[in-house]
């Protein structure tokens, strides 16, 4: 039997995204493995110690990295240290972007948002719009026409995902975003997620954040180096990789419009190093089940409830082994996808809610 | 003024918690402050109507537990994106160990 391919429609005010709207898929009620209360609480619970710590060495090191880097400017021996300052700052502002805006680094909140303000800046990601899309990715995970963030869209751009791990295409839009945003022009799409209040603040942080850019690129021009630029702005695109490499993992060849994490999310084992740079968002499912649990809760919170879930790929490669084929077989047949099996201990998915999905080999 | 309810036993909430309560069709939260004070809300989140029951008490703040929203539950206040509209907030009294609310 032929399944014929069906196209996605993938625009938030398009086709898809009414008929999620028709077929209660935008704003439904999402599968949680069920945890006893006085234990969710404990996981709950905010402190501002391990994010303290872990920021201390992420902007230490940073700042170790960079004046190595300034100081053997001009030999090769700066490479290497301008490749770990960019991971920490385009891969390791990634994870802090995501936690503090969620709220749960840090218990003290004042210190979450500086960190997020720092971070988003890092990212080129408006604080604003990104704190509401990353809201709809919440609540529309991976539903066609619903959710903004979905980053591997089928068939997949394979090109565009390449282009991904230098950072390419997101600096393009990072900038080109920030530019219409300070010329006060607020997009259609951007609309149907941030309320009208907000919008205003959309604006002026883009032109705040402009302003550092042209100054960074006039101080670039008067000192005849592109030394500034390699510090600001410029580890967007050159340490940009890792987040990449560990953010495909999270939902990548796996089930698009169902309202089971267990079923669109992926967890992965993952080394201490990349744990750290992505602040434990390897337990992808976990976040998304619960997602007041702050990252470094979240490897108790996976020895809790792992019997209600597809067991965690056992690293990054094994991972990879998976994902990669499967985007492959979606550029023949998008509706392909990775079904993930549930341990015998698990609650079986609603095949009433998600028939195909659950049904799937 | 409204009609007196009783919601829960006084010790059906722990300290620093929240119990959801469900009364004619109508959701609510009930608080138990650290110090042992009762408040009471509408139950659902002004977000997307998410149970607060399920969320964490921290201090006078309720998290909703599914975009983090803050809302202080003392006073109904939304404390900032992505919640925004304020929560409706009612009077609570507690009596021979239960807890009432006014609806
Ligand atoms: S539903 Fe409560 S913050 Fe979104």
């Given amino acids: 039997m032929t399944i014929a391919a069906t196209s996605r429609d993938y625009s938030l005010i398009g086709r898809d995204s009414a008929l999620a709207v028709a077929n209660g898929l935008a704003a439904a009620e999402w599968y949680h493995t069920d945890v006893e209360r006085k234990a969710m609480k404990a996981l709950m619970q905010r402190s501002d110690g391990p994010a303290i710590r872990d920021t201390a060495i992420w902007i230490g090191a940073m700042v170790v990295f960079a004046g190595l880097g300034i100081w053997f400017w001009g030999s090769w021996i700066a490479v290497p240290f301008f490749l770990a300052y960019g991971v920490l700052y385009g891969s390791g502002g990634d994870s802090r972007w995501h936690e503090c805006g969620h709220g749960t680094a840090f218990k003290t909140r004042w210190m979450n948002d500086v960190v997020y303000q720092i971070a988003c800046f890092m990212m080129m990601r408006n604080p604003v719009t990104w704190r509401w899309s990353h809201a709809r990715h919440h609540t529309d995970t991976i539903i066609v026409g619903r959710d903004p963030e979905i980053s591997v869209m089928r068939p997949p751009d394979l090109l565009r995902v390449v282009l991904s791990f230098v950072g390419v295409l ?11 945003n300070a ?13 009208e209040m907000e919008q205003a603040k959309v604006v002026r942080v883009a032109r ?11 101080v670039a021009i008067a000192m005849g180096s592109w030394l500034p630029l390699v510090i600001v702005g410029g580890p967007r ?6 987040h990449v490499l560990t953010g ?8 698009d419009n169902v309202t089971d994490h267990r079923l669109n999310s992926r967890s ?11 602040w434990n968002m390897n337990y992808h499912v976990e976040h998304h089940m619960f997602p007041m649990v702050p990252y470094h809760a979240l490897p108790k919170l996976h020895e809790l409830i792992k019997h209600d879930l597809p067991a965690a790929n056992s690293s990054m490669w094994d991972a990879y082994r998976e994902m990669v084929p499967a985007f492959l077989r979606q550029l023949r047949n998008e509706d392909y996808f990775l079904k993930r099996e549930l341990p015998a201990t698990a609650k079986p998915y609603r095949e009433e809610l998600h028939g195909d999905a659950a049904a799937a080999e | 003024m409204g009609e007196w309810i009783e919601a829960c036993g006084s010790d059906d ?4 918690d929240v119990i959801r309560f469900d009364h004619a069709g109508r959701v609510f939260a009930i608080y138990r402050s650290p110090d042992d004070e009762y408040f009471a809300t509408d139950g659902l989140c002004t977000h997307e109507h998410v149970s607060l ?13 599914k975009h983090n929203g803050r809302f202080n539950y003392k006073t109904g206040e939304a404390k900032g994106a992505p919640v925004c509209v304020n929560l409706r907030t009612y009077r609570v009294k507690v009596e021979g160990g239960a807890v009432f609310v006014e609806v």
């Fill in chain 1, 170 to 180: 997101d600096v393009w839009h990072g900038l080109t975003d920030m530019v219409r």
């Fill in chain 1, 183 to 195: 010329a006060g022009v607020v997009s259609a799409e951007e609309k149907t997620f941030i309320p």
């Fill in chain 1, 208 to 218: 705040i954040w402009a302003a550092i850019y042209a100054v960074t690129i006039v």
């Fill in chain 1, 237 to 242: 695109l050159y340490g940009a990789w890792h």
């Fill in chain 1, 248 to 255: 495909l993992l999270q939902h990548g060849g796996l089930a």
């Fill in chain 1, 268 to 278: 992965v084992l993952m080394n201490p190093v990349s744990r750290f740079i992505y």
């Fill in chain 2, 13 to 16: 909430v722990e300290e620093e």
């Fill in chain 2, 53 to 65: 029951a399920d969320g964490l008490v921290m201090d006078e703040i309720i998290e909703c537990p």
